[in-house]
T-cell receptor, first 118, second 111 residues
Framework: NAGVTQTPKFQVLKTGQSMTLQCAQD?????MSWYRQDPGMGLRLIHY???????DQGEVPNGYNVSRSTTEDFPLRLLSAAPSQTSVYFC?????????????????FGPGTRLTVL | AQSVTQPDIHITVSEGASLELRCNYS??????LFWYVQSPGQGLQLLLK??????LVQGIKGFEAEFKRSQSSFNLRKPSVHWSDAAEYFC?????????FGSGTRLLVRP
């Protein structure tokens, strides 16, 4: 199993550009989520999904869109990038609520995407 | 609101010395607590987790953590630190299928 994969590893955008960060997992996990990591602030939840077709907002959702059309993929879209979105983005997955919920399962993290918005 | 506090931004210890990283949480019910480690340029790896039962939890790489409800703490310990333990450590609490992270503690290891 490849686990959780993220592409690209690095990206530089200009203000106002759009892009999609890709996340895929091959563990048949129900639960997937996106976090951003900023110095001194730990990881903050952007959006999450408890299954295909179901998404919800986390702590810092503004400026980001997600969709979950398949179990495997959970892309994160920036519609109009801003310098405040410069960060490292992590995708994570876990077996999810149908197997007892997150509290009974570990979240597996991808390697991250480092995004710079100029 | 649920929150996690890691009061130490940086900690430096000598190789072979003992380590304790502090974590305090705010949560209304019985918390589900985690410690993750992040090596430079890498993703997060789970060290250990507490759900219920024994308040002293053993994890990977020789780490352990103790849950103290009276102090709202979940401190991470290791009796003898190795140079490879240099990394950033995050404490987290689960809330409605979501993880709330502390701001992290960066561990530096002196040779």
């Amino acid at each position: 199993n490849a686990g959780v994969t993220q592409t690209p590893k690095f990206q530089v955008l200009k203000t106002g550009q759009s892009m999609t960060l890709q996340c895929a997992q091959d563990m048949n996990h129900e639960y997937m989520s996106w976090y951003r990591q900023d110095p001194g602030m730990g990881l903050r939840l952007i959006h999450y999904s408890v299954g295909a077709g179901i998404t919800d907002q986390g702590e810092v959702p503004n400026g980001y869109n997600v969709s979950r059309s398949t179990t495997e993929d959970f892309p994160l879209r920036l519609l109009s990038a801003a310098p405040s979105q410069t960060s490292v983005y992590f995708c994570a997955s876990s077996p999810g609520p149908s197997t007892g919920g997150l509290r009974y399962n570990e979240q597996f993290f991808g390697p991250g995407t480092r995004l710079t918005v100029l | 609101a649920q929150s996690v506090t890691q009061p130490d931004i940086h900690i430096t210890v000598s190789e072979g010395a003992s380590l304790e990283l502090r974590c305090n949480y705010s949560y209304g019910a019985t918390p589900y607590l985690f410690w993750y480690v992040q090596s430079p340029g890498q993703g997060l790896q789970l060290l250990l987790k507490y759900f219920s039962g024994d308040t002293l939890v053993q994890g990977i790489k020789g780490f352990e953590a103790e849950f103290k409800r009276s102090q709202s703490s979940f401190n991470l310990r290791k009796p003898s630190v190795h140079w490879s333990d240099a990394a950033e450590y995050f404490c987290a609490v689960e809330s409605s299928y979501k993880l709330i992270f502390g701001s992290g503690t960066r561990l530096l290891v002196r040779p």
